[in-house]
């Protein structure tokens, strides 16, 4: 008896035990690298993890054809990754399904790398930003979101305030006399720490929806948030740029109302942005709780 030379394909000789319909189906965790377009004319190519999915359609098909996404997905290999490529990538996912479906999703997740000059000094570190890229295809329209993670000091300025007090108390202390000789007064200052206000690493976590429009420059994105802020963490730095880094902190002290306030002025005259939601998220370094605020344009969602 001779074998059978056709691998059999199940999904096409069985039936689906119940006839339903289901809205996404597909393949998550995918390793594929992706190149973007950053400034000046550059390209960064990076490690990228996706989900692919598309909608079965079809209530009588057993499954969709997997291999097909994965097929497609790595062809963004060899292309730069912008609306223009995903929406033809979108396209083709539900080609390749024959019928059975009319929807696809595609989401892209990945470490975008930097380089970042000290605040004084002008040396050059790199910074990484958790970078996410939604798009879907639905009934033949595009819809698009950006998440982005961007980390940044926070001083509290309950705390600063009761450290000058602090501070003020302890000259009141020290010099008693009506007069104060300035240069005792330098020198005492110089080698007297009396307290401290408490800072944290902060992080501000965006979630934006474009709709069918294009992202925008993510580097220049990432600066607009920072300079928004007014306090982003640094790379590799000197005593000049710690002091400096200070003097920021010092200057734009913050509750997590106020930083949330920064980012929902910015975003609210961002006229490409559809929608938006965001989390600030200060990690406290007086308590073993973080604060944090959370807002969207829309309360409808």
């Given at each position: 008896?001779?074998?059978?030379?056709?691998?059999?394909?199940?999904?096409?000789?069985?039936?689906?035990?119940?006839?339903?319909?289901?809205q996404w189906v597909?393949?998550?965790?995918?390793?594929?690298?992706?190149?973007?377009?950053?400034?000046?004319?550059?390209?960064?190519?990076?490690?990228?993890?996706?989900?692919?999915?598309?909608?079965?359609?079809d209530a009588v098909?057993?499954?969709?054809?997997?291999?097909?996404?994965?097929?497609?997905?790595?062809?963004?290999?060899?292309?730069?990754?912008?609306?223009?490529?995903?929406?033809?990538?979108?396209?083709?996912?539900?080609?390749?399904?024959?019928?059975?479906?009319?929807?696809?999703?595609?989401?892209?997740?990945?470490?975008?790398?930097?380089?970042?000059?000290?605040?004084?000094?002008?040396?050059?570190?790199?910074?990484?930003?958790?970078?996410?890229?939604?798009?879907?295809?639905?009934?033949?329209?595009?819809?698009?979101?950006?998440?982005?993670?961007?980390?940044?000091?926070?001083?509290?300025?309950?705390?600063?305030?009761?450290?000058?007090?602090?501070?003020?108390?302890?000259?009141?202390?020290?010099?008693?006399?009506?007069?104060?000789?300035?240069?005792?007064?330098?020198?005492?200052?110089?080698?007297?720490?009396?307290?401290?206000?408490?800072?944290?690493?902060?992080?501000?976590?965006?979630?934006?929806?474009?709709?069918?429009?294009?992202?925008?420059?993510?580097?220049?994105?990432?600066?607009?948030?920072?300079?928004?802020?007014?306090?982003?963490?640094?790379?590799?730095?000197?005593?000049?740029?710690?002091?400096?880094?200070?003097?920021?902190?010092?200057?734009?002290?913050?509750?997590?109302?106020?930083?949330?306030?920064?980012?929902?002025?910015?975003?609210?005259?961002?006229?490409?942005?559809?929608?938006?939601?965001?989390?600030?998220?200060?990690?406290?370094?007086?308590?073993?709780?973080?604060?944090?605020?959370?807002?969207?344009?829309?309360n409808n969602q």
């Open positions: 008896m001779q074998a059978l030379k056709t691998l059999p394909d199940i999904t096409r000789s069985r039936t689906a035990p119940a006839i339903y319909t289901l597909g393949m998550e965790g995918i390793a594929v690298p992706i190149t973007l377009d950053v400034n000046d004319g550059k390209q960064q190519t990076v490690d990228a993890k996706a989900n692919v999915y598309v909608s079965l359609d098909e057993k499954g969709i054809h997997m291999s097909r996404l994965h097929a497609i997905l790595n062809k963004l290999a060899t292309k730069v990754c912008n609306k223009d490529e995903l929406d033809l990538l979108l396209e083709n996912i539900v080609a390749s399904q024959e019928g059975i479906s009319q929807s696809a999703k595609i989401d892209l997740a990945f470490d975008l790398l930097l380089p970042k000059k000290s605040l004084l000094s002008n040396e050059m570190g790199f910074q990484t930003y958790r970078i996410e890229i939604n798009g879907q295809r639905v009934n033949g329209k595009y819809d698009y979101g950006l998440k982005i993670t961007v980390p940044y000091s926070s001083t509290c300025p309950c705390s600063a305030a009761l450290s000058r007090q602090l501070f003020a108390n302890a000259i009141d202390n020290e010099f008693s006399a009506s007069r104060i000789d300035k240069q005792a007064l330098l020198s005492w200052a110089h080698t007297t720490t009396i307290a401290t206000p408490h800072s944290q690493r902060s992080y501000a976590y965006l979630n934006l929806s474009l709709n069918n429009e294009s992202w925008p420059s993510l580097p220049s994105l990432i600066l607009q948030i920072e300079e928004t802020i007014g306090t982003p963490v640094q790379t590799m730095v000197k005593r000049s740029d710690e002091q400096e880094f200070a003097r920021l902190n010092a200057e734009n002290l913050m509750f997590c109302e106020d930083a949330a306030r920064k980012i929902k002025a910015m975003l609210e005259q961002a006229s490409w942005i559809k929608d938006y939601w965001f989390k600030v998220d200060h990690q406290e370094s007086l308590h073993a709780h973080n604060a944090v605020v959370i807002d969207q344009k829309y």
